[in-house]
């Protein structure tokens, strides 16, 4: 079971209290986390639709 570190606690709760809608993916490899992909979506008022804003941490 991998442990996590203060950084990767703190990137995550940052991520969380700042997203409205998207998600949180976790990458372990050997039972560490490698990654830590964020996927927000927010809605750009002057075009339709919805943008994907992608932001990544790597050890």
Known sequence: ????THLQF???KTSL???KYG???ITVQNGEITQIDTTEKVKDKRQPGIKTINKNWKN
């Open 17 to 19: 209290e700042k997203m």
């Open 1 to 4: 079971m991998s442990k996590l």
């Open 10 to 12: 703190e990137h995550i």
């Open 23 to 25: 998600s949180i993916m």
